[in-house]
């Protein structure tokens, strides 16, 4: 038999998802709850925290707990032409994919920009001094006005002495990868994807609404140039909520995951079997 936890969390979801908890609406208060299932407080939290996990509440500090508006999760391919500067919810490739979709995207602008000193984690992929500055260029991401991604890609200090753009608080509309090939000749001919899943920290916990303990995907995207350099990291974290991911490899159609209808028979026609 199931924990009690499990059965609590299975028995309010069945009402969330029959519309008997509406979007919106508030969980009746833990006591209630307590009296209502002859549970103790902490089975009905652990309930909770599943139903959190699932996506189908959130927890207000100090107000309760809600039920959730559904999400269509959002799916990102992240693979592209090793050439292009986009690819993996980047630039222009994030718009196009979303509108394809009849959704609509929209990127915080202007980009925030920052000379800092970067986490090891950047240094190392960069391949630079631990003690290096990087330039930083940060931006939001929604879909259809939802948070969808939180985006930062750093850059060596010292490209912003021949790429200045990359210093100023204004989009690039061409694409920094394109920009700094035109102005430095330096050209992305591939890139590596190192994927994670970490527990989300406070700051998108509250820009995308989610739970204390929930994940988050975190994508270290290092491009390199001709000779192998690395000259370029992008850190994208999505909410696992309301995202899926496709790699294609090689030669692949487009996806396409609807069930295809039986063909029509004409009257006094008879089926032949194949």
Do not use: C
């Not at 959002?74 to 919810?89: E, N, R």
């Amino acid at each position: 038999m199931a924990p009690m936890y499990q059965r609590i969390a299975d028995d309010l979801r069945s009402q969330i998802q029959s519309g008997a908890f509406k979007a919106g609406e508030k969980l009746p208060p833990e006591g209630d709850l307590q009296d209502r299932f002859e549970a103790s407080r902490n089975t009905i939290r652990d309930a909770i925290k599943q139903l959190v996990s699932l996506g189908l509440v959130q927890t207000r500090p100090g107000q309760g707990t809600f039920v959730t508006g559904a999400i269509d999760p959002f799916v990102t391919t992240l693979s592209a032409p090793a050439g292009t500067g986009f690819g993996g919810g980047e630039g222009a490739t994030y718009l196009s994919q979303v509108a394809q979709e009849h959704r609509k995207p929209r990127v915080t602008i202007p980009p925030k920009v920052e000379v800092q000193v970067p986490a090891q984690e950047i240094a190392l992929r960069l391949r630079i001094a631990s003690d290096a500055q990087v330039v930083s260029r940060h931006q939001a991401r929604y879909v259809d006005e939802t948070p969808w991604s939180l985006q930062t890609s750093f850059y060596p200090f010292e490209f912003a002495l021949e790429a200045p753009k990359l210093l100023r608080f204004e989009d690039i509309p061409e694409g920094a990868v394109s920009y700094i090939e035109a102005t430095m000749g330096i050209r992305q001919v591939g890139y590596r994807d190192w994927i994670t899943a970490r527990t989300a920290d406070t700051t998108e916990q509250a820009f995308f609404g989610i739970a204390a303990h929930a994940t988050v995907f975190e994508i270290f995207r290092t491009a390199f140039d001709a000779h192998g350099r690395p000259f370029r990291v992008t850190v994208t974290v999505f909410p696992t909520d309301r995202n899926q991911f496709i790699v294609d490899v090689g030669e692949v159609p487009e996806p396409q995951y609807d069930v295809p209808s039986a063909p029509e028979t004409q009257v006094g026609e008879q089926e032949t079997p194949a």
